[in-house]
């Protein structure tokens, strides 16, 4: 039983540094990417899953970086530039919410060192979205569905 979980951290490190040969033999361009805690554990786990599921070895810097190949072949075009003008949104919060957003925020930028009110601000419509995603969708369905 040892042998095999030994023989099991061989071939993971091994696995790893032939990634990390690949990556440090050809030219790359590192970008550092503040993930809200949300999307980091969907991340994590879309990954994990995709391991046990599939046998697929990949590590989220892999994943990610084939979901921007798989972006940049989706839209070649300069015309999907116009699509990426931002949408702004006024948010009218009363002062009780504003005064905890603005602690909240002090206390992560206190913790991490640096942190926006912007980042949170999405981070819980992200959130919000997600969450109401499944509901949303099952009250969808029981409208279309014929009624018995």
Known sequence: MELKLIMGYINRYRHQIQRHRTLTTTETKAYSLRLGRHLFEKLNKHVTLLKLIEGKRKTKQEWIAEAIREKLEREPDPEHCASYTPKVIT???????????????????????????????VEAIQEK?????????DALARIASPQN
Not at 108 to 114: E, F, T
């Open 129 to 137: 979205l997600e969450n109401e995603e499944g509901p949303s969708r």
């Open 91 to 121: 948010i009218r919060l009363d002062e009780d919410t504003d005064r905890s957003l603005e602690s909240k925020v002090d206390m992560l930028k206190r913790m991490h060192g640096n942190f926006s009110k912007r980042q949170l601000l």
